[in-house]
């Protein structure tokens, strides 16, 4: 349920991320959610996918991160799949355990809630760890 696009700058992830979200908001039938920081995806996402800027609601790790997602949820129960754009930026993380117990959480929820995740995130494939790899 959680799939991550992983790469360096410059290496198509943001393309490869929007194309992901025109593909599920043509083929699902839910509800579809953008989390990103910044307004930089505002004019490349339809408007039919509900683009959240993150900034507005004070997130500012992990652990906030899993609430406000449990509460998206918990508000709307049609909401199939969560894009979330480079996710460790978002919340100012480096990759690490932390960020590692975070996809491990959304694997969890979505299993449990129905709800697919997508993220992005900036930095080497080689440099991701096993427990990161199985979600590439």
């Keep these: 349920m959680l799939k991550l696009i992983m790469g360096l700058k410059g290496s198509g992830k943001t393309k490869h991320f929007i194309e992901l979200v025109n593909s599920a908001l043509k ?10 920081k910044g307004k930089r995806l505002t004019y490349d996402i339809p408007h039919a996918v509900r683009l959240v800027e993150i900034e507005d609601y004070g997130i500012t790790g992990f652990d906030f991160l ?3 997602i449990s509460g ?10 969560i894009f979330i754009d480079s996710v460790l930026r978002l919340i100012g993380e480096r990759p690490g355990s932390a960020a590692e117990d975070f ?24 440099d991701a760890t096993e427990r990161v790899r199985k979600y590439l």
Excluded: P
């Design 66 to 68: 899993k609430g406000f």
């Design 27 to 36: 083929e699902e039938s839910g509800n579809i959610v953008c989390i990103e």
């Design 103 to 126: 996809f491990d959480w959304c694997e969890a929820f979505g299993q449990r809630e129905g709800v697919r995740f997508t993220m992005m995130v900036s930095s080497d494939i080689a």
């Design 72 to 81: 998206l949820r918990a508000g709307n129960y049609d909401i199939t799949h």
